[in-house]
């Protein structure tokens, strides 16, 4: 049996304004790496809101891999020289996790109507909430995309823009499934 030391919650390294990077590099708070693997964190906490709620299996199995990747996809955004990702298996994002989130957008697509116009925010409570998760998602992304693409691995930017359109066919499963109309602009 492995016995760890416990951490504390509290360095006091962050008293004056600023993080480290995983390289060891010192940086300001609102720095734009900071400020991008930040929204990620935004986002999975709102993912675990949306979990703490209430959802069926399949979806919430789904969530609760997407946090998995989301702390993966914060670490490589918090790793700029790349030191992590070869060491540290879970802090990796591949294709296949892309064709992942491909998948379980096709399998849910398939039992909803098809768009025709773009939809109203809303619907039922937890549908909501994946909307406003979405809208989340895409702060980060466009967070991401301005730190330039020679600073963050391609892999990054395509896992959030397919999670972002997975999170709104969420919403409109869940919408569906609770019998709560969609409302078009």
Same mark, same amino acid.
């Given at each position: /049996?492995?016995?760890?030391?416990?951490?504390?919650?509290?360095?006091?390294?962050? #008293?004056?304004?600023?993080?480290?990077?995983? #390289?060891?590099?010192?940086?300001?708070?609102?720095?734009?790496? &900071?400020?991008?693997?930040?929204?990620? #964190?935004?986002?999975?906490?709102?993912?675990?809101?949306?979990?703490?709620?209430?959802?069926? +299996?399949?979806? #919430?199995? /789904?969530?609760? +891999?997407? +946090?998995?990747?989301?702390?993966?996809?914060?670490?490589?955004?918090?790793?700029?020289?790349?030191?992590?990702?070869?060491?540290?298996?879970?802090? @990796?994002?591949? @294709?296949?996790?892309?064709?992942?989130?491909?998948?379980?957008?096709?399998?849910?697509?398939?039992?909803?109507?098809?768009?025709?116009?773009?939809?109203?925010?809303?619907?039922?409570?937890?549908?909501?909430?994946?909307?406003?998760?979405?809208?989340?998602?895409?702060?980060?992304?466009?967070?991401?995309?301005?730190?330039?693409?020679?600073? &963050?691995?391609?892999? &990054?930017?395509?896992?959030? =823009?397919?999670?972002?359109?997975?999170?709104?066919?969420?919403?409109?499963?869940? =919408?569906?499934?609770?019998?709560?109309?969609?409302?078009?602009?």
């Amino acid at each position: /049996m492995r016995v760890t030391e416990s951490v504390k919650i509290y360095t006091k390294t962050g #008293d004056r304004g600023e993080t480290g990077l995983f #390289d060891g590099t010192r940086v300001a708070k609102s720095d734009a790496r &900071v400020e991008a693997y930040g929204d990620v #964190d935004e986002l999975n906490a709102w993912l675990g809101l949306a979990r703490a709620n209430g959802l069926e +299996q399949d979806l #919430d199995d /789904m969530i609760g +891999q997407i +946090q998995r990747d989301l702390f993966a996809l914060g670490a490589l955004l918090a790793d700029p020289r790349k030191k992590i990702a070869a060491r540290v298996e879970k802090a @990796a994002l591949a @294709a296949d996790d892309v064709l992942r989130l491909e998948g379980w957008i096709d399998r849910l697509e398939s039992a909803l109507p098809p768009l025709r116009r773009f939809l109203l925010p809303g619907g039922a409570a937890s549908g909501a909430r994946f909307h406003l998760a979405r809208t989340v998602c895409r702060r980060a992304e466009r967070r991401i995309v301005s730190l330039g693409a020679t600073e &963050v691995d391609p892999i &990054v930017l395509t896992y959030v =823009n397919r999670l972002s359109d997975l999170l709104f066919v969420i919403a409109r499963a869940i =919408n569906r499934r609770a019998g709560v109309p969609e409302y078009e602009w």
